[in-house]
Nanobody, 127 residues
Framework: VQLQASGGGLVQPGGSLRLSCAASGFSLADYTIGWFRQAPGKEREGVSCIMSSSSDDATYYRDSLKGRFTISRDNAKNTVYLEINNLKPEDTAVYYC???????????????????WGQGTLVTVSS
């Protein structure tokens, strides 16, 4: 069982990135998959999540990030994506994906709900 985030890198402000969260050994469609980030010196925070297929793939976003972040899942590739547009220096962080069995719409980005974490991928936004 493995969960791996990738796709990070150095991007100029205003640019875009697509992060990938790939799984092996289990199906991502059976879980809620969350994206989180941790900036230097700050606590880890929830960014977005997508519910399992049985919960109609419902998506949720941190209020302050709505409009620039898009989460999606490709079941054939067993991968969840996080597209980030109009990147800002404050988006600089290590981004992690994680799995959860939580399926409620009430506050689904709480870290405590997620029990399996992949290694993160670093996103640096700088000119």
């Amino acid at each position: 069982v493995q969960l791996q985030a990738s796709g990070g890198g150095l991007v100029q402000p205003g640019g875009s990135l697509r992060l990938s969260c790939a799984a092996s050994g289990f199906s991502l469609a059976d879980y809620t998959i969350g994206w989180f980030r941790q900036a230097p010196g700050k606590e880890r925070e929830g960014v977005s999540c997508i519910m399992s297929s049985s919960s109609d793939d419902a998506t949720y976003y941190r209020d302050s990030l709505k409009g620039r972040f898009t989460i999606s899942r490709d079941n054939a590739k067993n991968t969840v994506y996080l597209e980030i547009n109009n990147l800002k220096p404050e988006d600089t962080a290590v981004y992690y994906c994680a799995t959860s069995r939580y399926s409620s719409s009430w506050s689904p980005l709480r870290l405590m709900l997620y029990d399996y974490w992949g290694q993160g991928t670093l996103v640096t936004v700088s000119s």
